[in-house]
Each structure stands twice: as C-alpha cells, then as structure tokens.
C-alpha cells in the first residue's frame, strides 16, 4: 500500500514535492509527497514532513500533519571498466514510514482515521493506533489497534473491538 523504494528526492520552491518511485514485480509507480515544510538528514536516515501533508500513490491517500519516511543503507555492487575492482554505490531504501497526528487514508472506497500509522515496508504491514476506525462496504470497525497485512488482504483488529454493519433493506 504505502511505498516501497525511494529513488531520489527533488525540492519545489513554495511547498515541498518528493516523487517516489515504487518498484513492483513488473511495473513501477509513482508516488508523491507534498507539505508545507521538508527536513531531510543523511544522518539520521529520515525525511521529516510537517504541515498539510499529503502522499498520493495511485488510489491511496494519506493526509497527516507530520509524515516521517525512515531510510536505510542498500549497498549495490556497480559494474566497472575492465581491470578496475567494483565500484560500490549506496542507495536509499524505505525501511518504515511513520504518519502523525489526524491522520486520514482512503483507497477506493476504503477508509481509515487513527492518530498514528507505521507502514512496515519488510513486514508489508499497517498498523494503526490511537483511536483507529476503518469503514469499508457499509462496515465500520474499530479498536485499539488495526493490523492491516497488504499482502495477504487480511486485518486483525486487537482490543475494544466494535464492528458495526449497514444493511440495506433490500428496497
């Protein structure tokens, strides 16, 4: 759901655009993040986003007021001239990204509201807390926190569960 690899990171005047490009089995999608502000720390692997942040990617949507993507190393051996040892290059990789404070996420008809999401990009797994609730077909579910397992399309829902169904009347 929430990104995958980072390829670089690109500064607009005014208001902050990093595009990222996420890399599938056979395709590859953008994705982009825009704030009001940007702070970004090769020493501490992380790009911090404040104020009005938004991140698109396809169909999902996530607005937050702080969205933090946390980096770590990847080593690549590069090819080299012939009689030269490899080069080593280093790239970024998306390890989690945290997203704080009224956050809200839409995918299609799916809905989310929490105070606070990690995306796990190993795990590939979301969860939610703080006051998390998620509407879907007429569903409304909520606990303490939601798991949401991108891979397998599964949820668990862990604490002061409630689960409400809309039906219709059949009219």
Not at 76 to 91: C, D
Not at 129 to 152: C, D, H, N, Y
Request: proline residues 2%.
């Amino acid at each position: 759901m929430l990104l995958v690899f980072i390829r670089g990171l690109a500064l607009v005047v005014g208001a902050v655009f990093i595009p990222i490009l996420v890399w599938g089995e056979s395709s590859k999608t953008t994705t982009v993040i825009t704030s009001s502000t940007m702070t970004a720390s090769s020493q501490t692997n992380q790009a911090i986003f404040r104020k009005n942040v938004k991140m698109v990617q396809e169909e999902l949507v996530v607005h937050s007021d702080i969205m933090i993507v946390h980096f770590k190393e990847k080593s690549l051996l590069g090819s080299s001239p012939v009689g030269q040892s490899p080069s080593q290059k280093s790239k970024k990789e998306i390890k989690f990204i945290e997203a704080k404070s009224h956050v809200k996420i839409s995918k299609g008809e799916s809905r989310a509201i929490c105070q606070h999401a990690l995306y796990d990009k190993q795990a590939e797994k979301i969860i939610l807390r703080g006051s998390p609730v998620v509407w879907q077909a007429g569903t409304r579910v909520s606990g303490r926190k939601i798991t949401m397992f991108l891979k397998e399309n599964r949820s668990v829902v862990e604490g002061d569960t409630r689960v409400t169904i809309e039906e219709s009347d059949g009219n």
